[in-house]
Nanobody, 120 residues
Framework: QVQLVESGGGLVQPGGSLRLSCAASGSIFSINAMGWYRQAPGELRELVGSITSGGTTNYADSVKGQYTISRDNAKNTVYLQMSYLKPEDTAVYYC??????????????WGQGTQVTVSS
């Protein structure tokens, strides 16, 4: 069994920064891509960005230059550094991982989500 546990969400003022973390644990053989999505109230879940095992990143146009994704392969952890936050960045942020379990099964896992609220 594999778990993704996110942390780092909270309340931040407009213009502020926040860093989210997502750690994968359990029976993992390897992790391919890891990524972040977000879902605002009343909206569909949308891709924020992703990162391959080799470090290649991809971002939604709406967050380019504002968000940075990185990962520590030794810790099976992906990070989302968010800067210049705006109220419209308020959402539940989810991480996901495209991984191969120790038994060889390839599975797509989601974290439980962490709330980010941008408000004065």
């Amino acid at each position: 069994q594999v778990q993704l546990v996110e942390s780092g969400g909270g309340l931040v003022q407009p213009g502020g920064s926040l860093r989210l973390s997502c750690a994968a644990s359990g029976s993992i053989f390897s992790i391919n891509a890891m990524g972040w999505y977000r879902q605002a109230p009343g909206e569909l879940r949308e891709l924020v960005g992703s990162i391959t095992s080799g470090g290649t990143t991809n971002y939604a146009d709406s967050v380019k230059g504002q968000y940075t994704i990185s990962r520590d392969n030794a810790k099976n952890t992906v990070y989302l550094q968010m800067s210049y936050l705006k109220p419209e960045d308020t959402a539940v942020y989810y991480c996901n991982a495209d991984l191969t379990e120790a038994n060889g099964r390839m599975v797509y896992y989601w974290g439980q989500g962490t709330q980010v609220t941008v408000s004065s």
